[in-house]
């Protein structure tokens, strides 16, 4: 009897103690601390094992003295012509603009940036994404398929206001458009290695795929981010 009895009560408690879990563990609350044992955890390996910034990426900024020397911005189109030239005669692999260019100018302009940009091949621009997640095109020079581009839009947290991971990837139009981030090491690994790392799959043993061989893990399997 007091064996049957144990049976009786072990189940339904081990059922609900399994349902307390799965409660816990998808409660928003949990899941900003889960993001910040993650991010402190990359805090703290970085210092352990002294992780420095890759001296062979380099960000050019638009300082004050850019400023004075250019003028306000945004720069005229042409402004950036011999920027690019300069880059890429001291050898640069990938110019990534964090600066988007969705507005016409002017004409001549658009057109000769335009034209550099895609003679290049190594350049990648951004996208904006609007409220209903659609991505804003750039301005009509630049609406070539064989341009490198990628959106800016982050996955925040809005109950803190933090950034924690970004989608590597959305799926518009029957398109797969990357993150930018994204879109920049693909284009690197794709002119490093002689491939097309674009046209790969998305995804690879439940980890985005970024080339044949290099997969990022998503920071929790039921989501798609990284």
Known sequence: MSLLSKNNWFLPFLLSCIVFV????????????????????YQIKEILF???ANPNI???????????????????RDTYIPFIDNLNKAGAGIIAFDIIF??????DQDTLFAEKVLESKNIVLGHAIDERGKLLPLYWALNSEELTT???APLIDRSTDTVYSFAPYRLSDGKTHYHFSISVLKLFFSRL???????IPLEKEK???????LTIPYSRST????
């Open 150 to 152: 990628g959106y800016f």
């Open 58 to 76: 380099i960000v050019v900024e638009i300082d004050e003295k850019t400023l004075q020397n250019i003028g306000s911005f945004p720069f005229k």
């Open 193 to 199: 290695l002689l491939k097309d790392f674009f046209q």
């Open 223 to 226: 989501d798609n981010e990284v």
């Open 102 to 107: 969705s507005d016409t100018w002017d004409k």
């Open 50 to 52: 002294e992780k420095q």
């Open 207 to 213: 980890a985005f795929q970024l080339t044949d061989t």
């Open 22 to 41: 799965i409660v816990l563990i998808s409660h928003s609350f949990f899941y900003t601390l889960n993001k910040n044992i993650q991010d402190t955890y």
